[in-house]
């Protein structure tokens, strides 16, 4: 169960997020999710050791945080960057990140396998039933 999760969810669906550098706002994809840190998918590359503050407004409440670009490589015709959060509290806050990523994603797969409309609160429960006990555990 719990590589069949991460299999899925490498690629938690297109979660929009918002990246701020400086005074610019830029539309994202989440690309996934990981202890510390995120990946997003940018049409441009974004230079090592960048701040940046990232939105994701799927989230209720949205999340907010700051942090530093930690790599970026190119893939296809886009770049893949990491951006790294530095505080445990920032780490907490990305798992409860991930595992709406996981419900939405379940929430859409239902709908489009399916034809079932659930409501994000009904994805919630349904995936939670069902998972909730093989999400893996981030190792301190």
Known sequence: MIEELRRFI???SSVPIQVKLGE???QRSLKDVSKGGLC????EPIAVGTLVE????ACKPA???KGIISWCKPEGNQY???VNFQSKAMTYAL???EQICYIEDYRKRI?????????SDEAALEWIQKYAADFPILNE
């Open 95 to 97: 798992r409860m990140v």
């Open 40 to 43: 997003f998918c940018s049409a």
């Open 10 to 12: 490498r690629h938690p």
């Open 54 to 57: 990232i939105n994701i407004l």
């Open 63 to 65: 999340f907010t945080a």
């Open 80 to 82: 893949l960057v990491g």
């Open 24 to 26: 610019q706002h830029q």
């Open 111 to 119: 709908s489009a396998n399916t034809g079932r409309q659930l409501t």
